[in-house]
């Protein structure tokens, strides 16, 4: 590589730094972002600085062991998990890690972004899974990591943050933003008590103007529960959209559900892993109740 594409690509990453710094997506010395810079080297920020300022000539350069190759200061305390991503992911060239507050939210609190909501999301990034927790700077971290990143360009880290990787510094960062972005209207949606999820149909023909559109994604969506494949998150990215066989767009069956609480008087009712509902008679007689008063 050149020196002044390992310049432009050390500014790229100081940029990217002050951008997630300025938005509050990371704090004090939180955060890191490394790049590729050929087949033996990668440039990752310093540890023990803040992102909103650093400048090009702290950057650290390491093999792909973890070696300091050069660079005056430490390189960042994460470069475990960057290296994993590297290793399962040779289309990947940059990878960025922050803890936005509303992604991080949602990881803290152990939901994934995997609802079928946002076309755009469906079309570039498709789902978010959550990565099991894992104590920080630990090889605990990429072993987490490892089972979702051959599948997907973003993950949230459970109790962490989230990482998202991608062909350069900047588009890295782009999907750091979407993450986020998903997180606050989904946050909304929430609070506003439903959520209308795209069907399984719908979704199909989203996956299918990822070729028109120009967008890599790692792996297919799989929208079939029953589907195999759904079940492993190497192979496919899981994502929850409905069978509808007329609507495109269809209501989120545990809003609805959850409205039996004030209709029951009980908790909403469970829903289990494999798909599942459980009802009580009680829970079953004011489901019915509610929807013939809304056929009137």
Known sequence: ??????????????????RMYARGYVAS???????????????????????????PDMMVIVDFDGNKLSGERKAS????????????????????????????????????????VLAEVITTLGSIPIAEYATPS???????????IKAHDGILLANHGAV????????????????????????????????????????ERLQGLRGTYGIEAPAPLCTDPND???????LCQVLEAPESASERLVPDITSVLAGLRGATGRAPVAIRGDGEIRLTY????????DAVKNLR
């Open 164 to 203: 998202t990787c991608g062909e350069s510094v900047t588009a890295a960062y782009h999907k750091m933003e979407t993450i986020e972005h998903f997180a606050k209207i989904s946050l909304v949606a929430r609070l506003l008590g439903r959520e209308n999820l795209i069907s399984r149909d719908e979704v």
């Open 29 to 55: 010395n939180d955060g890191n972002i490394s790049a590729r810079l050929d087949d033996g080297r990668l440039i990752t920020t310093p540890t023990a600085v803040s992102k909103g300022y650093m400048t």
């Open 282 to 289: 009680a829970e079953l007689t004011a489901l019915i109740a």
């Open 138 to 148: 630990t090889a605990e971290l990429p072993e987490a990591v490892r089972k979702y």
């Open 77 to 116: 305390s994460e470069l475990k998990m960057h290296l994993e991503i590297y290793r399962n992911r040779p289309d990947v060239n940059a990878v960025v890690h922050a803890h936005p507050p509303l992604a991080t939210g949602f990881a803290v609190a152990g939901i994934p972004l995997t609802r079928a």
């Open 228 to 234: 195999a494949a759904a079940g492993d998150q190497v």
């Open 1 to 18: 590589m050149s020196t002044r594409v390992e310049e432009q690509i050390r500014a790229e990453i100081v940029e990217v730094g002050r």
